[in-house]
């Protein structure tokens, strides 16, 4: 298993946390912004996972597996893989509107996309 998926792993790292943190921004949508930026980090990190257990499988979908065999908890990995399904499809198309790729969005890119709520 990867070091990504440890469990005292955070995929925002602290310069992205003050990045967000330092935005004039109400906190609601700061904290939109943060859960935009993790589930953004999660996907850049299964696609740079090129292990075996991936191939030709619903990456994600393993990913979310894995993670909640920390918390031997299967309710959670459904929930947390239909949530993160939700972010892809929203992010997505969020990018295509931009004409970025997904894995080429930044923190600003993330302030539009909350800003356009």
Same mark, same amino acid.
């Given at each position: 298993?990867?070091?990504?998926?440890?469990?005292?792993?955070?995929?925002?790292?602290?310069?992205?946390?003050?990045?967000?943190?330092?935005?004039?921004?109400?906190?609601?949508?700061?904290?939109?912004?943060?859960?935009?930026?993790?589930?953004?980090?999660?996907?850049?990190?299964?696609?740079?996972?090129?292990? &075996?257990? $991936?191939?030709?499988?619903? @990456?994600?979908?393993?990913?979310?597996?894995?993670? #909640? %065999? /920390?918390?031997?908890?299967?309710?959670?990995?459904? &929930?947390? $893989?239909?949530?993160?399904? @939700?972010?892809?499809?929203?992010?997505?198309?969020? #990018? %295509? /509107?931009?004409?970025?790729?997904?894995?080429?969005?930044?923190?600003?890119?993330?302030?539009?996309?909350?800003?356009?709520?």
């Amino acid at each position: 298993m990867s070091n990504n998926l440890d469990p005292f792993s955070n995929p925002l790292n602290i310069q992205i946390i003050k990045e967000i943190d330092n935005l004039d921004l109400p906190i609601m949508q700061k904290q939109h912004i943060r859960i935009l930026a993790h589930c953004l980090q999660i996907f850049k990190i299964i696609n740079a996972d090129n292990s &075996l257990e $991936y191939q030709n499988k619903n @990456s994600l979908r393993v990913w979310c597996d894995n993670q #909640s %065999k /920390k918390f031997d908890d299967k309710k959670f990995s459904d &929930l947390f $893989y239909e949530q993160l399904v @939700s972010t892809s499809k929203k992010l997505s198309t969020f #990018s %295509k /509107k931009i004409g970025k790729n997904i894995e080429d969005l930044e923190i600003d890119d993330l302030v539009l996309l909350v800003e356009q709520r």
